[in-house]
């Protein structure tokens, strides 16, 4: 019994000391809400290269996302869109992507909200990247005090409230395109683009992990070769000479 009283001290005081530590957490946390794009990255690559060239209208779904407490009520996040500075990146609306919503709503009982972007296709993307950043705007309705972070030195910066998407055309080239391939000759992303269109290849078949049988391959080359002797004026590759298929399409 001594050994029993003797212990109920201690364990009291732990009771007592965990449960001022419990609240004082749910205090710090109650102290404000934010919403963020991410905290891990700042930018979003999106690639039109292995999506068909007949499709020139994408969505691209951004989520937010909220630091803090789910309310019962619906909240607004004012949204703006900033260009990149240099013209030949330059993403522009209407022509690169359509506009964006100035607000949206993160509803009540919910910890996240979509933004859809519509992003466009154009000849440009094959010569260069298109950039823009989504910017989420300073709001009373959130406090922002989350997004600071300090670096090694001790330098405050702001993370979470922007999102560059950058939009490109890589048309990786398929693991079994060889160099001066038999069938196809030299690699370009205009001769594959040709060669998908032709032959009505999906091009994540194209790309894919799966073998494409020997004999299909020939056939592909050698059709491409027939449509390519009858344009007039030849049809030219991306280095300006006209294109050609490898030595096994020219055995017609």
Not at 63 to 80: E, H, S, T
Not at 215 to 233: A, H, T
Request: hydrophobic share 40%; with cysteine; net charge negative.
């Amino acid at each position: 019994m001594d050994f029993m009283k003797r212990l109920i001290a201690p364990v009291l005081f732990i009771l007592i000391f965990l449960q001022g530590c419990h609240y004082t957490e749910i205090d710090g946390y109650k102290g404000g809400c934010s919403v963020y794009f991410s905290v891990q990255r700042d930018t979003m690559k999106y690639s039109w290269g292995k999506i068909d060239s007949d499709i020139k209208e994408q969505v691209l779904q951004l989520p937010i996302y909220l630091f803090g407490q789910v309310a019962n009520y619906d909240r607004k996040i004012r949204l703006r869109t900033l260009l990149c500075e240099v013209d030949s990146l330059r993403a522009e609306i209407g022509r690169d992507f359509r506009p964006l919503p100035q607000e949206v709503f993160l509803r009540a009982d919910t910890n996240k909200v979509i933004v859809d972007i519509t992003l466009l296709r154009t000849e440009e993307l094959v010569k260069h990247d298109r950039i823009f950043t989504v910017v989420i705007e300073e709001d009373s309705w959130f406090d922002s005090e989350y997004n600071w972070r300090k670096d090694g030195d001790g330098n405050s910066y702001f993370i979470g409230h922007s999102m560059t998407i950058i939009m490109n055309e890589d048309f990786p080239k398929p693991w079994w395109w060889k160099e001066n391939d038999a069938n196809f000759g030299e690699w370009s992303y205009k001769k594959a683009d040709l060669i998908c269109r032709l032959c009505d290849i999906p091009r994540e078949e194209f790309i894919g992990n799966n073998v494409i049988p020997n004999f299909k391959l020939i056939y592909y080359g050698k059709k491409v070769q027939r449509w390519l002797n009858e344009q007039d004026p030849p049809y030219l590759d991306e280095d300006g000479s006209p294109m050609m298929m490898g030595p096994n399409a020219q055995l017609l």
